[in-house]
């Protein structure tokens, strides 16, 4: 699938239900402060790709302090139900809100691939940059978890970013 936005364009306006139980709009939700949607599988996988989404999401909490000091929020959304994601969250402990794009309207409306194994259907590892005004600053399509978090503190740094917060040290 190629994605259906571009560097520029608006996140789409899309409701996911979060870990705490509360339904969240993704437009309106960035309208509050620049944010990081990272677009990834985890709860349900087995093997590499557990692996792979276990480290994306390593990554983001390890950059939590960071993502903090510069204002910038971090959601990760999975096409996993609640309860998987809930059970995820206290299995690993961790301390960002997950997202649950169940019925697939978030991956299918910004254009992310999917990978299926034995009914389980998951968002290939996609991570945005999207600043306060709804536009998307960055885009890392097959995210990796090295220099992620940098890279997307970044893309709020661009000279035309209005809402560019003052990050010291933004290295891996």
Do not use: C, W
């Not at 557990?50 to 999975?78: N, S, Y």
Request: glycine fraction near 10%; avoid cysteine; hydrophobic fraction near 45%.
């Amino acid at each position: 699938m190629t994605l259906k936005v571009n560097l520029g364009d608006q996140m789409p306006s899309i409701g996911l239900r979060a870990t705490d139980g509360y339904l969240l709009n993704l437009r309106s939700f960035v309208g509050r402060q620049p944010s990081i949607l990272l677009f990834v599988g985890a709860p349900t996988l087995k093997g590499k790709a557990r692996e792979r989404g276990d480290a994306l999401i390593d990554a983001l909490v390890a950059g939590r302090r960071r993502l903090e000091e510069a204002g910038v929020g971090t959601f990760v959304i999975t096409t996993d139900n609640e309860t998987q994601q809930q059970a995820y969250v206290e299995e690993r402990s961790l301390p960002i809100l997950l997202l649950s794009d169940e019925r697939r309207s978030a991956v299918e409306a910004v254009g992310i691939a999917t990978t299926a194994e034995r009914g389980n259907v998951n968002a290939v590892p996609t991570a945005f940059a999207v600043g306060i005004d709804g536009t998307i600053r960055d885009i890392v399509e097959n995210a990796e978890p090295r220099g992620l978090v940098a890279r997307l503190i970044d893309a709020f740094r661009a000279p035309d970013a209005e809402e560019a917060p003052a990050v010291a040290g933004a290295t891996t």
